[in-house]
């Protein structure tokens, strides 16, 4: 089915509000600003409207999601099938009675954190930590400095790849390490999260903390992707990386930062190609010097050129 095609379809669907392009380009909504187009990219105007439109789309027709982009690396052939944006109308947070608060898919971690603090609800500051957005939390089981998600989540809400609205409980996530084993073609769209009553003043303070660690230690106003490696049981990932001397390691417009090796930068020329492949050396490297096969925390998704 071609691109074409898709978008002819989608558009005779009496009652679809959202907002269908073709060959849009990614390479904006993703943090590392590099990568292909989409071949059609849609954008709901709310869960029903996202429900409505995976209902009809034929099956055979690959879905990949995206919130803020932040743990995404877009290859530079681009994206086959249909990108959808999960945009403003899923970026709501709401405080609820008894220390919950309820929020979009598309809403950034910070958001959430921030309003537990203003609401007196403690246990979620470590989500001022994580440089991403709740859908990306509840697919990864998202964490920071000592928090994941499973810790506070109640319950999430998604549509199946059929259209099929369905409310999911943290038991049925099936959380593990930066995992969760909900079917992949699920589409989160909002979430429910639990904390308890707490001091606004010290919260704060345990969020401002966090803030000025991140800062001190990460390359948090770069054109990076976050982690690159999932920590191995028992290791730390960036410590195997400067154990194999990958500090500062560069391909093309794409460096190892210096600051912490974990992490992978666009200077501002790079492909994805380059940092795809810087990432995959650095594999090599702390393989070859410790024997350890880091895996990619980073999602890489898409066509090579």
Not at 13 to 33: D, K
Not at 134 to 143: F, H, Q, S, W, Y
Not at 198 to 210: F, H, Q, T, W, Y
Request: aromatic share 6%; net charge neutral; proline share 5%.
């Amino acid at each position: 089915m071609t691109p074409a095609d898709v978008v002819a379809e989608a558009s005779a669907v009496a009652g679809l509000r959202g907002t269908l392009e073709r060959s849009a380009s990614l390479a904006p909504l993703s943090w590392f600003r590099t990568g292909g187009p989409a071949d059609v990219l849609f954008t709901p105007a709310d869960a029903d409207d996202l429900a409505l439109f995976l209902a009809h789309l034929p099956a055979a027709v690959p879905v990949l999601v995206i919130g803020l982009g932040s743990n995404l690396l877009v290859r530079d052939g681009g994206v086959e099938g249909v990108v959808i944006k999960l945009g403003r109308a899923f970026a709501g947070v709401e405080v609820l009675a008894g220390s919950r608060i309820r929020a979009g898919a598309a809403a950034p971690d910070v958001k959430v954190a921030s309003a537990a603090a203003k609401a007196g609800i403690a246990g979620l500051a470590f989500m001022r930590g994580i440089p991403g957005a709740v859908g990306g939390a509840l697919r990864m089981n998202g964490g920071a400095y000592g928090g994941e998600t499973k810790d506070v989540l109640v319950e999430a809400e998604g549509v199946s790849r059929a259209g099929t609205r369905a409310i999911f409980s943290n038991a049925d996530m099936g959380f593990t390490y930066r995992h969760s084993s909900v079917d992949p073609g699920t589409v989160f769209t909002a979430a429910l999260f639990a904390g308890q009553p707490g001091d606004p003043a010290e919260i704060a303070a345990e969020m401002g903390l966090i803030t000025e660690t991140r800062a001190a230690t990460q390359p948090v106003s770069t054109r990076t992707g976050g982690s690159t490696f999932k920590n191995p049981p028992g290791a730390k990932a960036w410590q195997l990386v400067d154990e194999a001397g990958c500090r500062g390691l560069r391909r093309g417009g794409a460096q190892v930062s210096e600051l912490h090796c974990n992490f992978l930068i666009n200077h501002g020329g790079a492909t994805a190609a380059d940092i795809e492949g810087l990432g995959e050396e650095v594999r090599r490297r702390v393989r070859d010097t410790s024997g350890v096969d880091l895996d990619w925390e980073i999602k890489r998704v898409g066509r090579a050129r």
